[in-house]
């Protein structure tokens, strides 16, 4: 899942790349407004794949407490 998500982000940026620099036509200026966009894109992809990460090991957590308590109980 992590490895897909990381390969996805990897493509996207190489496609942007591709597209800006087939654009040579347009001005500096535009290719760096581009440029930032796209990081902020990564950054904010970024903070989605980490906040999944915390919510999947919250879930094992909660799953291992559960089978302690079974555990105990049992």
């Given at each position: 899942?992590?490895?897909?998500?990381?390969?996805m982000?990897?493509?996207?940026?190489?496609?942007?790349?591709?597209?800006?620099?087939?654009?040579?036509?347009?001005?500096?200026?535009?290719?760096?407004?581009?440029?930032?966009?796209?990081?902020?894109?990564?950054?904010?992809?970024?903070?989605?794949?980490?906040m999944?990460?915390?919510?999947?090991?919250?879930?094992?957590?909660?799953?291992m407490?559960?089978?302690?308590?079974?555990?105990?109980?049992?």
């Amino acid at each position: 899942m992590m490895v897909m998500m990381m390969i996805m982000v990897v493509v996207m940026t190489t496609m942007v790349m591709m597209m800006i620099m087939t654009t040579t036509t347009t001005t500096t200026i535009t290719k760096l407004m581009m440029m930032m966009v796209v990081v902020m894109l990564l950054l904010l992809i970024m903070m989605m794949m980490m906040m999944v990460m915390m919510m999947m090991m919250m879930m094992i957590m909660m799953i291992m407490m559960m089978m302690m308590m079974m555990m105990m109980i049992g």
